[in-house]
T-cell receptor, first 111, second 115 residues
Framework: QQQVKQSPQSLIVQKGGISIINCAYENTAFDYFPWYQQFPGKGPALLIA?????SEKKEGRFTISFNKSAKQFSLHIMDSQPGDSATYFC??????????FGTGTRLTIIP | GAVVSQHPSWVICKSGTSVKIECRSL??????MFWYRQFPKQSLMLMATSNEGSKATYEQGVEKDKFLINHASLTLSTLTVTSAHPEDSSFYIC???????????FGSGTQLSVL
């Protein structure tokens, strides 16, 4: 299976709060898990990525948590700001170097 | 970080005409580039993998004669939508990566509208 399931579809978080987006995969051959941020009318921009031999990776306000046994990974955005309002995609890369994208989460940060 | 330039940002064309979209890696060489298609409020769907100096490989269901891909150099791949029709209207995005495509960088996308 090449599918990557992402939830929630949309998320509203108050400014300063923690935004959490979850993804699950089935293909154990995936070896690289990036998260992308996309603003309307723009291409996706790489936020942070993790390999399955690491359980957590943090870069600034963004943290990926990875659970290999459960085949799940999540993105946490700490101290969420209005500028973080965008669509977020998780993805997974297989041995053929192709990325399989999740369905996306539209995040809105409210004052 | 690495920069991928995509041009044009948007294009409007008449039904039956062909449109060419360019994707350039500005500060690195990309032996492989990827072309995606994205409909409004949907995810990115891989259309094809563009390989420098060889034929592109297309995903299942993508018409290779309609979406012509040329990867003539290590920094340039082009996607030509031939005989475009309104159903081809979409947001097209290219991506390229460095060694092993560990970090894929995306172009800014091209919004194609076919009238």
């Amino acid at each position: 299976q090449q599918q990557v399931k992402q939830s929630p579809q949309s998320l509203i978080v108050q400014k300063g709060g923690i935004s959490i987006i979850n993804c699950a995969y089935e293909n154990t051959a995936f070896d690289y898990f990036p998260w992308y941020q996309q603003f309307p009318g723009k291409g996706p921009a790489l936020l942070i990525a993790i390999r399955p031999d690491v359980s957590e990776k943090k870069e600034g306000r963004f943290t990926i948590s990875f659970n290999k046994s459960a085949k799940q990974f999540s993105l946490h955005i700490m101290d969420s700001q209005p500028g973080d309002s965008a669509t977020y995609f998780c993805a997974a890369r297989g041995g053929n170097e192709k990325l399989t994208f999740g369905t996306g989460t539209r995040l809105t940060i409210i004052p | 970080g690495a920069v991928v330039s995509q041009h044009p940002s948007w294009v409007i064309c008449k039904s039956g005409t062909s449109v060419k979209i360019e994707c350039r890696s500005l500060d690195f060489q990309a032996t492989t580039m990827f072309w995606y298609r994205q409909f409004p409020k949907q995810s990115l769907m891989l259309m094809a993998t563009s390989n420098e100096g060889s034929k592109a490989t297309y995903e299942q269901g993508v018409e290779k004669d309609k979406f012509l891909i040329n990867h003539a150099s290590l920094t340039l791949s082009t996607l030509t939508v031939t005989s475009a029709h309104p159903e081809d209207s979409s947001f097209y995005i290219c991506s390229a990566g460095g060694v092993g495509n560990e970090k894929l960088f995306f172009g800014s996308g091209t919004q194609l509208s076919v009238l």
